[in-house]
């Protein structure tokens, strides 16, 4: 199954290198890396444990789905369940003409049946004590109406990776399922077993002007102007793809760049403090996090990826559907693509980048029920505080308005700010802060004024965050509360700025510690395994003496439907049941099913001048403008390396067997005739 996808065309230089055996990765680099992913390297098609997004979402107790219908219907649910502000929560691009397998489904009317891919972004609808479902670059979904078919790509928490779905039977009335894709197949063009997309400027979809004029010709019933067709969906989609492409690197370093459950409650420690600091910083040059965290880091790191760490790319070749009526051999999503990243060594930026990861696994209202509690311990059981306090001088810029600016503005040992107030009458009536920076503290703060309470010749503020959250620093103390004081007059005088901080990292750094302590006896967040949301706050919220959430309990993994039975193939041609049986052993149309059924053999034959062409595209030399077959991205999942492939014996007889099927009438004409010229190759159903 392949989700959209997407990216820019290669340079003219570019293109004169794309010869099939330099894009098989033989290079010593290439080879040397170690991937995150590996579509050689596909997993079952579905695991025992956990579910998919999507199965949370719509899978009954009684084993049946609950999908809206008609498409539209699907949409307003999941924009019921999320918030995204004044944004939109479901983005979605129309693709006529695109390169999924599904393409030359509704050949001829491309732009009468045109595929819809969505992707959701926004928090979720937290109702009542429910923990809410983390959505947000976690759910692809792509519509094809002329078959009425969904092909899914949901993130599975408990497994810790995407899984691939196709929903059948999605129709009015009908009675719609979801079962496990071919993950070997899907993987073949989706290398980072993830989403993939394109790079700008995204020519196949309805941003392509082009594209929306023509989906408004063909269906003005729906369609009656661009306007909603053209929209900056696409490149939005593009970086949810990018976001969801990441999560295997941040599971990658919590499963094992991380070896102790010290390592991992370090991790865990920054990333409550980033949350709770509204996501604008983190305590990283804390002894803590350097010792326990960054220095494991770069020792499993060396140990574990002493050539570096690959992150196989999210992004593709863009492609106009237009001016590249086929697919170019540089655009085909079946080719070996550069990684999105590569790692050979640990540096700060990369191990903050993994907190920021992981830190998008917690949901708003996980943080905002989390800082509550940290306020209410701090005043049932009053923790110290701390305050810092500096001058500040006036600067009026009318009768009204005055900016203080307060404490010297250099260095980083004394306390600063940048305040903006309206004053009415001699009484200050509202007041802004540009920034607030604290001694030792890099993080430039910008309070949220929440309430003022006036004194005489004195000024409380309470502080917040725009989030709602408290103000808080790195550490996750909080602002408890700002005062300003003068003597005779505000303006004509002298004022002192102080700020009060209250040490609430106390109570969250000892809920960690007793979280670390518990693992020793029988807690299980921070053993080996994958990371996950609803383990580690079930083990943390009772430490805080919270009351824990309501979770949804997955049901149990559904099992792969049962491969069709078919008779053996003998010679030298048994050798397809190894390299293609992965993808075309199922009786279907895309790919064609030609190991289907109960004797292949005919269908072989006629597809076998369309086969030697894709094998022979593996020789020095030759460019069909088409990718070879078996997959290069995929090749090592038989045992072969993609440099041995071309010049290995199963190689050489499978070329010899398919060439004995042929007519004398087809001995040549395969090697000379234009690809799509060649007989077309159909599954078992297509008679």
Not at 172 to 188: E, F, K, T, V
Not at 288 to 294: A, K, L, Q, S, V
């Amino acid at each position: 199954m392949h989700g959209y996808r997407l990216g820019c065309s290669m340079s003219n230089i570019l293109r004169l290198a794309v010869a099939p055996l330099i894009l098989v990765l033989t290079s010593a680099t290439a080879d040397a890396l170690d991937w995150i992913e590996q579509a050689s390297r596909p997993g079952p098609d579905v695991l025992p444990v956990g579910q998919s997004r999507f199965d949370q979402l719509f899978l009954q107790a009684d084993g049946r789905y609950r999908i809206p219908y008609p498409f539209g219907q699907l949409i307003a649910d999941l924009e019921a369940r999320l918030d995204n502000g004044d944004n939109p929560t479901v983005r979605g691009v129309f693709v006529p003409m695109g390169r999924s397998l599904q393409r030359d489904t509704p050949a001829p009317d491309y732009f009468r049946y045109p595929r819809r891919v969505i992707a959701v972004d926004g928090e979720p609808v937290t109702r009542g004590s429910e923990a809410g479902l983390v959505m947000e670059y976690r759910l692809f979904i792509a519509h094809q109406p002329k078959t009425e078919s969904l092909e899914v790509i949901s993130y599975n928490d408990t497994a810790g990776r995407f899984e691939f779905q196709v929903v059948d039977d999605y129709a009015a009335g009908g009675s719609p399922q979801a079962r496990p894709a071919n993950r070997l197949m899907c993987m073949s063009c989706h290398h980072n077993a993830a989403p993939i997309f394109s790079r700008t400027p995204w020519s196949e979809t309805s941003f392509n002007v082009e594209v929306a004029n023509r989906l408004v010709a063909a269906l003005p019933q729906r369609y009656s102007s661009l306007i909603g067709l053209v929209t900056l969906d696409a490149g939005v989609i593009d970086v949810l793809a990018e976001r969801a492409n990441y999560l295997s690197a941040a599971q990658t370093v919590w499963q094992r760049g991380c070896a102790s459950s010290a390592c991992r409650a370090e991790i865990l420690r920054a990333i409550l403090q980033y949350r709770l600091s509204g996501e604008s910083s983190f305590d990283w040059n804390s002894s803590g996090f350097e010792r326990r965290y960054f220095d494991e880091l770069s020792k499993n790191w060396s140990r574990n990826w002493p050539q570096g760490l690959a992150l196989p790319g999210s992004r593709l070749a863009d492609r106009n559907p237009f001016t590249d009526s086929a697919i170019k051999i540089e655009q085909d999503p079946l080719l070996p693509r550069p990684a999105q990243a590569t790692w050979h060594t640990v540096d700060m930026t990369l191990a903050r980048g993994i907190i920021y990861r992981l830190a998008g696994f917690f949901t708003a209202s996980d943080i905002r029920a989390l800082d509550r509690r940290l306020l209410s311990l701090s005043r049932e059981r009053p923790v110290g505080d701390y305050r810092y306090a500096t001058h500040c001088r006036v600067q009026s810029r009318n009768n009204s308005i005055h900016l203080l600016s307060c404490g010297e503005q250099t260095g980083i040992d004394q306390l600063q700010a940048q305040i903006e107030i309206e004053m009415r009458q001699d009484r200050i009536d509202s007041m802004r802060f540009h920034s607030l920076r604290l001694p030792r503290d890099s993080n430039l703060l910008q309070p949220v004024v929440v309430s003022l309470s006036h004194h005489t010749y004195r000024l409380e503020i309470e502080p917040g965050h725009q989030s709602g959250l408290s103000q808080r620093l790195a550490n996750g103390d909080r602002l408890e509360s700002i005062v300003l004081e003068w003597d005779d007059s505000l303006i004509d005088g002298e004022s002192r700025l102080e700020v009060r901080i209250s040490v609430e990292s106390d109570i969250l750094d000892g809920a960690i510690r007793a979280l670390h302590q518990l693992h020793d006896k029988d807690g299980k967040s921070l053993a080996a395994g994958v990371f996950r949301r609803q383990a580690l706050l079930q083990e943390l919220m009772p430490l805080l003496g919270m009351q824990p959430l309501e979770w949804q309990t997955p049901l149990n993994g559904r099992q792969s439907p049962t491969r069709s039975t078919k008779k053996p193939i003998a010679g030298a041609l048994a050798l397809l049941e190894p390299y293609c049986a992965g993808c075309h052993g199922d009786d279907s149309r895309q790919p064609p099913g030609f190991l289907a059924g109960k004797d292949p053999l005919a269908r072989i034959r006629q597809c076998a001048p369309r086969m030697l062409r894709r094998l022979r595209a593996w020789q020095p030399g030759n460019r069909p403008g088409h990718a070879p077959m078996p997959p290069p991205a995929s090749i090592a999942f038989s045992g072969t390396s993609a440099a041995d492939w071309p010049r290995s014996d199963h190689y050489r007889n499978l070329m010899t067997g398919l060439e004995a099927l042929l007519p004398e009438s087809q001995r040549n004409s395969w090697k000379t005739a234009a690809y799509d010229d060649l007989p077309a190759c159909f599954a078992a159903s297509d008679g």
